[in-house]
């Protein structure tokens, strides 16, 4: 029998390895100035809490009834579990910032980039319904993609004010538009126009709704759009959003903002203000959203029994690593890499040494002769090589063969640590 990996996984080589370590060092570096502090949770919860905010959820979960009759879920994300240690740990000063760098699992159909098993680095800021949260974690979240030298646009939405705007076209039944309109982009023009009317919007509210979610810019534009709209409250929302330019302006990222009505997230438990991170080229969004996020105000007082306010957002790890690639935008690596090749306790003697002062120090385990440890140094990109057989021993000097000059050079025994230092 031929075992294969399940579908819709994949396996992580060595040099992806590497590629994973450097995205969640930069991202945890940066979510740490900020002031963030790393956590991680379990990989499964109670099916009752994944489901409990958007029973609909139970579709794309992993789910399981465990030996003591449980019924057990995978998690989809990290806000729900983290509403939940929230939850558990009213202790925790507010504002509470964590960050995570975990591992995730829905069920859904595989795609390009689009795994049942997957990534992501996600923000979560908790304990303030003030603007100023909203403009950290976008600022957070720009500056995340920004260290990289990719070309993005962050797209943004309010969901109040387009509940607002709804309100104002007798349109009722909000949260299943708004999962039909996030997924917008996945369906023909036909089959959006019938889920449409399928939830019991007239042929003059979907009219209406299609030039509203058509709307994108700046805020100056979106205001100027709705113009026949307005309402106290559209107005109350507007100004909200005149207040959150102003401080992505003060954090250097107000470029990056453009407005669009027509995202709303997916998930139920988004309240408030919503955004989405697009690769572009030309001004055009390419692709599927890198990032996404926004305010969560009434999630965990499902589990609180108080409401505590909390915005943040997710990167999705596979779809940023593969823009890196796309781009070129990953560092060669710094280290130094070695292969000895001596007698056992030369060689081990030779590899702490060189570890002492930051060498990567790799030996030979199969007792292969020069040529054939050579072609494996090739192989495996290895540059340097160390020769140290009984000759070199008795001379009391080691050879390094550079294997990408093809040059090499007699180095005495004491000063390889210094020679190597040098190359660093």
């Given at each position: ?104 699992w829905?069920y ?9 098993e ?48 709804l ?7 909000r ?39 058509e ?52 998930l ?134 550079d294997?990408i ?20």
């Amino acid at each position: 029998m031929k075992f294969k990996r399940v579908k819709g996984t994949f396996d992580i080589l060595p040099e992806e390895y590497r590629l994973y370590k450097y995205v969640e060092y930069s991202l945890s570096s940066l979510a740490e100035l900020y002031g963030y502090s790393g956590v991680e949770t379990p990989a499964f919860e109670s099916l009752e809490l994944l489901k409990a905010k958007n029973p609909s959820i139970v579709d794309q979960i992993y789910w399981f009834k465990d030996k003591g009759g449980r019924e057990i879920g995978l998690r989809f994300d990290l806000t729900v579990p983290i509403a939940r240690v929230i939850a558990e740990n009213p202790q925790l000063p507010k504002p509470v910032r964590f960050y995570y760098f975990s591992k995730m699992w829905r069920y859904e159909e595989p795609q390009k980039l689009r795994y049942r098993e997957f990534w992501q680095f996600g923000v979560e800021l908790i304990g303030s319904s003030s603007i100023q949260a909203d403009a950290e974690v976008i600022s957070l979240a720009i500056d995340c993609l920004r260290q990289f030298g990719l070309k993005f646009k962050v797209f943004v939405n309010d969901r109040i004010l387009l509940e607002s705007i709804l309100e104002r076209l007798s349109i009722h039944k909000r949260l299943e538009l708004f999962r039909i309109i996030d997924k917008r982009e996945k369906l023909s023009s036909q089959a959006f126009l019938s889920q449409l009317r399928a939830i019991g919007l007239s042929a003059q509210q979907i009219e209406r709704l299609m030039k509203i979610i058509e709307i994108r810019g700046d805020i100056e534009r979106i205001s100027m759009e709705l113009e026949d709209l307005k309402s106290k409250k559209v107005e109350e929302r507007l100004n909200v959003l005149k207040e959150l330019v102003k401080l992505i302006e003060a954090y250097g990222s107000k470029n990056y903002l453009e407005f669009d009505l027509s995202v709303v997230r997916g998930l139920d438990y988004y309240t408030g203000i919503v955004f989405e991170i697009f690769s572009v080229e030309d001004n055009k969004r390419v692709g599927n959203a890198i990032c996404g996020g926004g305010r969560y105000d009434n999630l965990i007082e499902i589990y609180a029994k108080q409401r505590i306010p909390a915005t943040g957002f997710a990167i999705g790890v596979e779809r940023l690593i593969e823009l890196l690639k796309q781009t070129k935008s990953i560092p060669k690596e710094k280290k130094i890499k070695v292969l000895i090749i001596s007698d056992p306790e030369t060689s081990i003697l030779m590899r702490r040494k060189l570890m002492g002062v930051g060498i990567i120090a790799l030996i030979d385990v199969m007792g292969r002769n020069l040529s054939k440890n050579l072609e494996f140094a090739d192989k495996q990109n290895i540059p340097y090589v160390i020769i140290c057989k009984e000759l070199e021993k008795q001379k009391g000097v080691a050879k390094v063969r550079d294997m990408i000059r093809g040059r090499e050079v007699e180095i005495e025994l004491d000063r390889l640590e210094t020679y190597f230092k040098q190359l660093l």
